[in-house]
Structures are given as C-alpha cells and as structure tokens.
C-alpha cells in the first residue's frame, strides 16, 4: 500500500533524491472528486528553492546513473513494469477518483502505460551504436549513444498514468534522470507511479516528481541545466512551452490538442460505424486527445443514419466510477463543463442542428458533479465555433459532403492532425484517404488509431511541435545523441618485442 497517500485528503509531497518530502509552500491547490467535489488531496505549488532542489538532485543523480549497464537499468524497468501490474487495481482506484473515469477506463489508462514500460525494456538493443569497418583506408567509424542528462515531463489531466509512463521510464532506461511536473488537476496516481519507481530499485534522484502551475513549467523551461523537455496538453500551452524551451536551446517534443474526423464512406458497415462513432466521440467523456470529434458522413445515403445515431447516442448515460453501466464519468472540473456547456451553447446559435442537448444533465445521487450528458450536433459548418474549437466534452459533430475528395479537402484544412479515420468497404478509397490525408495517425474501419508502444504516437500538424514523437524507437532518440568516432590504428604501430605481445588473459 502506499505510504504518502494513505490519508483521506493528504498533502502531495514533492519527490525530490529518493524522498517524498513536503513542501514548505503557502499555496496550495485542491485536488477534487469530480463526481463529488470532496477534496481528496493538496497539490502543492513547489517554491524555486524546492525547483532547484529537485534539478540539483537529478544533475548529481545523472553522473552516476548514466554509467550504470544498460542490461542493470532494463532489469530495473522490468521490475518496475511487475510491480505496475501487481498494483494495477490499485493504480486505477487512485486514478479514478481523482479524473472521475469509469474503472474499466481507469484501467485501460494504466495499462497503456505499462505496455510502455514494457517496450522500454528493449533499451540494450535500442540504444545500441552502429560500425562500419575501413571507411577509408585503415580507418573505421563508430557510433555510441548517449543518454542527453536531466529531462523533464509536463503532462496533462486527461491520461494521469499513460502519459507520464510515455516519458520518464523511456528516459530514464536511456541513462538520463527526470523531472515531472504532473497535472496539478490529478497528481495523486503520478505520486503513487513514483513511490513503485523506488520499489523497483531505481536509485535515488533518477526521478523527481515536483508539482504546480505555469510558473514551475517555466522555471523547468528556463533552467539550463534541463536538456530536453516533452510536454503534453492544449495547443496556445504546447506553443509556448516549444518556443520558450527551443528559444533556450532545449530539445523539445509538444503534444497538443486535436479534433478528429471519422470519415464515412456510404459503403461502410452501417452498425459498425454507429457503435464506433459513440463510443469513440462520448468515451472518457470525451476528454481524450484521439477522440473523434467530428463525423464527416459522405453521400446523400448516410443521411438516412441521423435517426439511429442519434438514438445510439441518447442510450449512454454518465455515471460515477463503480458504476458498471455507466458509459463514462464527469468532465474534470466545474470549469471544463462550463466551457463545455457554453460551447454547445454556441452551435445552438450559429445555426447548427442541436439533436441531443447534453447541457444541464444530472446524475442521481450525485448533484454536484460535472457532468455533462451525450450531446450531438448536425448540419455543422466549418467556420462555427464549435468546429474550429477543440471541444473535449462528449459532444459529436456532424459535417455532410458528396464526395471522398470533398471530405479529404475538410480534414487537410483543419489546423490540428493528430488522428482520423475512415470507415469503408473499399480499399481503394481507404487507400486514397490515407495517402491524401494529412493527419499524423489514420484508421482505417478503426475509429481511435492509437499506435502500439513499439510505433510512435505520431500526432502532426498543430497537435504535435517537434521532430521526434513520443515512445516507439522515436523515443529512444529524442532521449538520447549520437556520438560518432572515427579512429585509424595502423598496422606499423603494432608493438614488438616478447614484452609487447597481445595477449587476453
Ligand atoms: P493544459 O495545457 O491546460 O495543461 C497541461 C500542463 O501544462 C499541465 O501540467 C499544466 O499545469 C501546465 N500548464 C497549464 N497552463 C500553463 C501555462 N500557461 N504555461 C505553462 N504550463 C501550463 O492541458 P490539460 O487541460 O491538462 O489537458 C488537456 C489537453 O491536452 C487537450 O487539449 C488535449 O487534446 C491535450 N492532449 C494531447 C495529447 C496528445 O498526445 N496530443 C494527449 C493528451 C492530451
């Protein structure tokens, strides 16, 4: 069991060189229920001298650690990754409580994190150099990878176990220490992903875990002493963290915000599409970075399907955690549903067709959560509000075009491309979709196209600033540089003599 979160409403601590140790802030920020609004922790908001502390303590940390065998640091992920399955209820109990998430997404969350963990037990053969023999004459190159030093990890509310597990166990096995600054939404399970850290046996300052707001970002963003920064979370944040971090010549990778299209195609399996485009849309309340936000039905045929989507939509419902038949739980706080509400609130007024008004929406039970119910949206037109905002509520949109080629031309003028999908029966327009679409992640008869660990998740245009995306062998080298030796021994140089013999004893 944990030992730093076993009260009711604890203190986050800070970890910083292998402690859990509490801050000596004056500011504190409530950690909610969001079914509830009982305030089950306190983040706090880590003073500079705390900042300094922890990046001091992951600078002494890398001296050492970078040195370790890499077959030593895997076997330390590989138990990391046995105790993340041992506690993985436990792990998603926290979870739950803190983002609301059914259990069942609760766990689902923690154990895409784990199959990360998993991949990065490939270290030794990922982060091997490469030799070519006599590139001229008697001279051979070499090259030898290197882990960079102290990294850090900036993550968002929405996936508290999986995102920060794509970052600090990846650098970490690549011989670097870490500092995440968690969501200060939802830091509980990041403090308990920290507390098994040390009980895999991963030496003291390989991970420090501090806690706040922008000011803590930016002091991670301005120290010189991080070499390295991957950020996830919404679009103007992922902006500035990859200008001001770029600006002090860091290597950065920024995950951002999306909004996804399921085209379809008026050939596609009819039922599929429907099941898919609810639980795609409405899912984890619709608070994931790959949830399909728009539908983009093709032909006058598909038309016809607004009455059953609208029916498979309106036969979800929110409910809280234990709740089995609950299709997802509330938004994260009373400020996500009030943008989500006013949101909605806007199509209403530009003129879309509000077919299902998730607005207002109750749960018995429980009257102060943020729940907002499923909500759908026809006849919407790209220059509304609520197609040009990322909306991250259980909200589908609905967009009407004639033509595959008119559907591409929609998807390749929104800003964000982080995922999409079409569903059809014809290869050769799944074909087309996908090699004229530009959009970082595509299913095709798949609605979230979400790759596994040993791929890369690579979201693109605005929902992605950076070269190298996280996790997959991309990982490997954002976490990493490349030295390259290039060395001639000639053979005129070979010692003599009976005491200048080679030997190996
Ligand atoms: P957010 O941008 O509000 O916060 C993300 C992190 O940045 C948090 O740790 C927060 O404390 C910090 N932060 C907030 N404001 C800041 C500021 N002004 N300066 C510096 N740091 C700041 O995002 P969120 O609401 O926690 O998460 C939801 C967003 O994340 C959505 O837009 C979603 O699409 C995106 N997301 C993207 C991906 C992806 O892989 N592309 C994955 C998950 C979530």
Redesign the pocket.
Known sequence: MSTVLNQTAPNVPLLINGEFVQSTTGDWIDVTNPATQDVIGRAPVTTDQEMARAIAAAQEAFKSWRNVPVQERMRCLLRYQALLKEHHDELAGILARETGKTFADAKGDVWRGIEVVEHGCSAPTLTQGEMTENVANGIDTHSIVHPIGVCAG??????PAM?PLWMFPLAVVCGNTFVL?????DPLTPTRLAELWHEAGFPAGTLQVVHG??EQ??YLLEDPAIKAVSF????P?AT??YRTATHNLKRVQC????KNHMVVMPDANKDQVINHLVGASCGAAGQR?MAISVAVLVGEETRAWMDDLREAVAGIRPGPSDDADAAYGPLISPAAKERVEQLIGTAEGEGADLLLDGRGYTVDGYPDGNWVGPTLIDNVRSDMTVYRE?I?GPALLVMHVDTLDEAIELVNSNPYG?GTSIFTRSGAAARKYQHETEVGQVGVNIPIPVPAPFFS?T?GKH??FGDLHPYGKQAFRFYTETRTVISRWPESDLPSGPNMTISMR
């Open positions: 900036i993550t968002p509310f929405n996936f995102i600054k968690p969501s200060e939404q707001r922008k970002v930016d996830v979370g919404s679009v944040v500035h963290v995950m951002g915000g999306a970075c990322e991250f982080n998740f979201g929902s992605f």
